[in-house]
């Protein structure tokens, strides 16, 4: 009886977490995939635009936001525009790059989004309709590095 209980408030949580889960994700907190430049600007007033960076394909615009709070980690954010001028990509390192940061994204990141679809070694990657997010984490002594990425699913983008 203790045992057939203990199941029926398993499947419970398991299904009500499930529900707690979103279908898709549009993009990144406020931020929404096809954003202009000017969008943006409107929901980080200190946002500063600038150019792209040679390896970064497709890039029309790049936007930064300095000290934004994730999951309780201060992170510098970059919004990267495509060659047509709408957002489909963000990117968000930790000031502070250390495992505590990682494991505080992590643990953030499962909570909204639920378990990860896939992990290779140190890469949790979340996959939904339109969007892929992405945690890396190679943490060794007093060196790290944290990224996260939100990005639309090139599926969905347009041919340039």
């Not at 979103?22 to 500063?48: C, E, N, Y």
């Not at 990682?102 to 909204?112: I, N, P, Q, R």
């Not at 939904?128 to 996260?148: A, Q």
């Amino acid at each position: 009886m203790r045992r057939a209980l203990l199941l029926v408030c398993s499947a419970l949580l398991t299904s009500t977490l499930a529900l707690a889960q979103p279908h898709d994700v549009d993009g990144w907190g406020q931020t929404k995939w096809g954003m202009t430049a000017a969008d943006i600007q409107r929901l980080f007033p200190s946002a500063k635009a600038g150019p792209c960076t040679p390896h970064q394909k497709n890039c029309g615009t790049r936007i930064e936001v300095p000290g934004v709070d994730v999951a309780g980690v201060k992170c510098s954010v970059i919004l990267t525009l495509d060659k047509s001028g709408k957002l489909d990509l963000v990117l968000l390192a930790p000031v502070a790059p250390t495992r505590k940061s990682a494991d505080a994204l992590l643990s953030g990141l499962t909570e909204k989004y639920g378990r990860p679809t896939s992990r290779e070694q140190n890469v949790w990657t979340w996959t939904f309709t339109t969007t892929t997010i992405s945690l890396s984490s190679i943490i060794s002594g007093d060196f790290g590095m944290v990224f996260l990425s939100y990005q639309r699913r090139a599926s969905l983008q347009p041919n340039l």
